[in-house]
């Protein structure tokens, strides 16, 4: 992490992610509350003792860079991220088992949809490069719906050993690229799988490409770009559920 990203503030907003990071446990330093919405969630504060100031919409703004804030902002510090070991951990003993390694992912909104699908699915974790690609941020948070509380995710400063470290546990490579010859259907997505998805831009990279024990790409009938990262990310991850056959618990 950058000196510069550990002096800045870092900041969760909307209601449904302030929420999720409360029941989560997020480590929260204060709580910034329009006077609208103070009311609904002074309680619960003041029952973990966290600090809270109720301020004007024009400050939550300032805080928010204009994004849709909904009343109320936390001040949290910084995400405690795993370690690849704890991610291993996690699926130790699983026959089935997801998780899910992100190339260079450079929008949090994509991170945070990701974690999401990979915190519903069962994932047992996400993993992301260290450097050049987003990290959990507000922007993360918000659009994860709280799930980056509950998913264990890893910095690693090298990808493609990584995976060298998956196989040697058994995970079998997929990576989700337009340029493979088969599609999904086709794909042996069941087991021990670790699913790599590219960036926004470059998709994966060569390197990353060559450690990948197999390439599938999504089907397409239309004729635009295919579906986005994060929303390709949850077709892959449903897919390996149902190939898992894993079942709803909820």
Known sequence: MSKESRTQPRYIFGRHAAKEALAAGVPIEKVYLSEKYAQQLLPALNEKDIPSEIVSNRKLESFAKNASHQGVLLEVAPYAYASLQQILDAAKGENNALILVLDHIEDEGNLGAIARTAEVVGASGLIIPNARAAGIGAGAYKASAGAVAHLPIAKVPNLAQTLDALKEEGFWIVGATEHAQDTLW???L???IALVMGSEKQGI????????????KLPQVGSIESLNVAQAATVFAYEWMRQSKIKELR
């Open 190 to 192: 069941n087991g021990r």
């Open 205 to 216: 990279a060569p390197l990353v490409l060559k450690h990948c024990d197999l390439l599938t």
């Open 186 to 188: 086709e794909a042996p």
